[in-house]
């Protein structure tokens, strides 16, 4: 489809450059044989009235020749270079095709690949709530605590699916909505936030001397650091400490957020921020680590705030979150 509208979009191209080529080239044409046959016009008319001019045929054959001449080389000339102008305007007519349509391809392929990885997500624990449920209904001899197994399965299932449709419309406002923003103190938020966790004794919360205020919607800095802890907590031993410190640049501010385990692999590490990716090829393996929602969504809010979202990871060594987010504005 896109191939076709590169060349569609190319042709297009092509011909305003064409059709403002052969514009340019009749006016040139125009007005430089008129210049050229006015100036020899006047010279013929000069030359004429010369005493030792005898033979004025011979002078008008002369005028006519050379002004044949010069509209033949003027027309040369001129096709020369239309066809350097349509061979050049051609390659950069198509380089201009891909360039435009590059984007639009990119944000349809997204689109696709989001929708099909979706419809995979959903698909996957209705089936499973689908089976158990038929199951149970065809056994005859079902007890209360078989029942009540199922139902606790099946509502295991259904807060996944409700978890997955809340990111989902996350993803969704995001893309769609503008944010407002507002002075941010990163230490208390991040304090906020910690709370809010059960096994909060594991994440070790650094100082923020000096650190200025950030220039932020504050509700998204909060589901920011969630993420990010949430995501450290779940992959790293359950003993171990997961550091949170502050950190400045130039005219931005952050944080940090470091665990131990078993680290990302160099092949995967580009891919993490990728909607619906999971280490785990195997999708249907094991759902209690997410839908692979969480980072995808972490990276669009930076990106909003005009931010800046890094890791640095190896296989069975540290990974570090680092965020940076634009400063508030200082008052003069």
Not at 226 to 236: C, E, F, P
């Amino acid at each position: 489809m896109f191939k076709s509208a590169t060349f569609k979009l190319t042709a297009w191209y092509a011909a305003i450059i064409t059709a403002i080529s052969l514009l340019f080239s009749v006016l040139i044409y125009t007005i430089a044989s008129t210049e050229v046959g006015s100036q020899l016009d006047d010279y013929l008319q000069k030359t004429s009235n010369l005493p030792y001019i005898s033979n004025q045929r011979a002078l008008e054959y002369i005028h006519d020749l050379q002004i044949e001449q010069a509209e033949s080389n003027l027309l040369g000339a001129l096709f020369v270079t239309n066809v350097v102008i349509w061979l050049a305007g051609g390659i950069g007519s198509y380089y201009l095709a891909k360039r435009t349509l590059k984007p639009i391809e990119e944000a349809h392929e997204a689109q696709s690949r989001f929708t099909s990885d979706a419809s995979h997500e959903l698909r996957t624990p209705l089936a499973s709530m689908k089976v158990e449920l038929e199951v149970a209904l065809r056994d005859p001899d079902l007890t209360k605590e078989e029942m009540r197994e199922l139902l606790s399965s099946n509502l295991e299932e259904v807060n996944k699916l409700t978890k997955l449709s809340q990111t989902l419309l996350q993803l969704s406002q995001l893309d769609h909505r503008a944010i407002t923003r507002e002075k941010v103190p990163l230490r208390k938020t991040a304090k906020t936030v910690v709370g809010r966790f059960k096994n909060n004794s594991r994440i070790a919360l650094g100082a923020a001397n000096k650190i200025p205020h950030v220039y932020a919607n504050e509700l998204n800095v909060e589901e920011l650091l969630t993420i990010l802890l949430d995501n450290a907590l779940k992959y790293s031993p359950p003993s171990s400490k997961v550091h949170v410190r502050f950190i400045r640049k130039r005219h931005m501010a952050g944080f940090e957020v470091e665990n131990t385990g078993k680290g990302i692999p160099a092949d995967i590490l580009p891919h993490i921020f990728d909607r619906f990716y999971r280490a785990d090829a195997s999708r249907t393996s094991n759902t209690s680590k997410g839908y692979g929602l969480g980072l995808s969504l972490a990276k669009k809010i930076v990106e909003l705030h005009e931010g800046e979202l890094t890791v640095t990871s190896a296989a069975n060594q540290a990974t570090t979150f680092r965020v940076l987010l634009p400063t508030a504005p200082t008052r003069k």
